[in-house]
């Protein structure tokens, strides 16, 4: 079953995301994947990799709630990560060499987006440095 239609809009990401868990869990039990909230493991790659506090997993769902989800293929996106993200989360886990590689690649998009936010963020007259 797909969870295309159940993503209408950026609200919809926590519902989403406990789905993606409890079916992932149905498939591979309770110990492959720990969390006790949906909203800290959307982003399931980036909190295995860099924790759930974290400042990389913070601009990445920011980054999913106020950019992709607004375009429908964001949406897609998302709805396919929620589908894929689980197993992928386990497979960076447990290989070294995946964990470099995408640590890698999202640092480098999180250098981007915060570089970004950061831009919007002067524009609007938000954090700017002090004189």
């Known amino acids: 079953m797909g969870l295309q ?15 993606a868990i409890e ?5 591979h039990g309770p110990r492959e994947l720990q969390t006790t909230d949906p909203a800290s493991s959307s982003c399931f790659v980036a909190t ?7 400042t990389e997993v ?11 989800s607004t375009y429908a293929a964001g949406r897609t996106f998302i709805t396919l990560y929620y589908q894929a993200g ?11 060499w995946l964990r470099r590689l995408i640590r890698t690649g999202l640092l480098a998009l999180c ?12 524009e609007h007259g938000v954090g700017s440095p002090a004189r």
């Open 111 to 122: 250098r981007r987006l915060s570089g970004e936010q950061a831009m919007i963020a002067m």
């Open 86 to 96: 689980p197993s992928c989360a386990v497979a960076v886990r447990r290989s070294r």
């Open 48 to 54: 295995e990799i860099f924790g759930a506090e974290s």
């Open 58 to 68: 913070a601009i990445l769902r920011r980054w999913r709630d106020e950019r992709l």
């Open 23 to 27: 079916s992932f869990r149905g498939k």
């Open 5 to 19: 239609h159940l993503v209408e809009g950026p609200g919809d990401n926590e519902r989403l995301a406990t789905i």
